[in-house]
């Protein structure tokens, strides 16, 4: 396994960055109004500003995994002309991140690996039940992991 290149890694997720700003502009999501895909985009560029211009503490991998969480969550979690332009763009440019199913690797695996995860499982457990994305047998299995999760987090007294 190969060392963790900060200024490499960087470089792909300014990129990916740029091709989510890009997205947004040209393929608004649906209902969203102009404000709110204005202020998106901002964040974006602020994400992009740290990755350039980070303090060296938070140049490790860690900080970096939940910063390369912040920018794929959008299109990770939802679907439409602007997550479809994004991930062909992805592709496009060879970089190396993927879209995937994570609810469906979590039921699959019936655990909860990270916190990550578990907030992910938070944002979308409702949206996703409505949505008849998950069915009711999912969602009893779900809330069982979220349950185990937050006792195996809690601190031991």
Do not use: C
Request: proline share 4%.
């Amino acid at each position: 396994m190969s060392k963790f290149n900060y200024e490499e890694q960087a470089k792909q997720l300014s990129l990916a960055i740029d091709i989510a700003v890009k997205a947004f502009q040209e393929y608004p999501p649906k209902n969203w109004e102009a404000v709110p895909i204005q202020q998106v985009i901002k964040t974006y560029l602020t994400w992009k500003n740290e990755l350039e211009n980070s303090d060296p503490k938070y140049k490790n991998s860690k900080s970096f995994s939940f910063r390369i969480n912040d920018v794929l969550t959008y299109f990770q979690e939802d679907s439409g002309e602007t997550v479809n332009y994004f991930w062909q763009q992805i592709n496009n440019e060879g970089l190396e991140y993927k879209r995937e199913n994570k609810l469906l690797k979590i039921i699959k695996r019936k655990k909860i690996k990270s916190q990550i995860e578990y907030d992910f499982i938070i944002d979308v457990l409702v949206p996703y039940q409505q949505e008849r994305i998950i069915i009711p047998e999912e969602v009893i299995l779900l809330n069982k992991l979220l349950h185990t999760f937050e006792l195996n987090a809690s601190p031991k007294a």
